[in-house]
């Protein structure tokens, strides 16, 4: 696969995977929840979310509220908040110096520069990756762990929300995506890149002699 392809591959996943943390940071889906009265005369659906918690009654009307305190929050979601702010923050460097190191643009002359701009901008999105991939994999563990716990009410368990599988595709994507970049540099370091050069400039003088020898014999 040619050098700008990886690129242009790595790059649009990375942002495929960059669009996916913003929906999961925003979509008050980590979390879901049935009640259900003894009566069944009331039955509603809990969502809850990094900033909001949603109910969606019956009538499928949906309220949602913000959470009053940070400290009514529980735990791992006070965790994840603070970790997917951190990764859009990271994701958004990562595209910067994802376009500027591309071979396509012509934000850096220099090949060398580009290069290290490339190689940035795979490494923050895989760590991005990681900063996603915590919070997803503890809630995801916590909410299996609770299911399967005798001494929790039905109403008290959680299902997994559509958040957290949005999380797990994210994550393999700002991998595929840093790991593409990190791979798609034109050298791997100064020597290579003076090798590849003068490689370069033998082959054009090669490719001058001999039309010069050419248009020598056509004149004789």
């Given amino acids: 696969m040619a050098v700008s392809c990886r690129q242009i591959l790595g790059l649009v996943s990375a942002i495929i995977g960059v669009l996916g943390t913003i929906v999961i940071c925003f979509l008050p889906l980590w979390k879901v ?33 913000e959470y009053d305190s940070t400290l009514t929050l529980p735990q791992d979601l006070q965790d994840a908040r603070v970790l997917i702010v951190f990764a859009i923050i990271i994701q958004f460097f990562g595209i910067v110096l ?16 580009k290069t290290k701009a490339d ?44 958040s957290l599988f949005i999380g797990w595709v994210s994550t393999g994507l700002l991998c595929l995506g840093g790991a593409l ?15 590849k050069s003068a490689h370069t400039n033998t082959k054009q003088q090669r490719s001058s002699r001999q039309r010069s020898t050419r248009n020598k014999k056509k004149v004789s």
């Avoid at 994802?98 to 520069?113: E, L, M, Q, S, Y």
């Avoid at 563990?141 to 299911?147: P, T």
């Avoid at 970049?181 to 090798?195: A, K, P, Q």
Wanted: glycine share 4%; net charge negative.
């Fill in 33 to 65: 929840s049935d009640f259900i009265s003894a009566d069944i005369a009331t039955t509603y659906m809990i969502f809850e979310g990094l900033w909001v918690n949603c109910i969606l009654l019956t009538t499928d009307e949906m309220e949602c509220k």
């Fill in 98 to 113: 994802g376009v500027v190191g591309a071979k396509c643009t012509n934000f850096i002359p220099d090949a060398r520069r």
């Fill in 119 to 162: 190689i940035a901008s795979g490494v923050l999105f895989l760590i991005a990756a990681s900063l996603v991939f915590l919070p997803v994999h503890w809630t995801t563990h916590a909410i299996v762990n609770d299911m399967f716990n005798p001494d929790l009410a039905d109403d008290q368990r959680r299902h997994l929300g559509a």
């Fill in 181 to 195: 970049l990190c791979c798609s540099f034109f050298c791997r370091n100064e020597t290579e890149c003076d090798v």
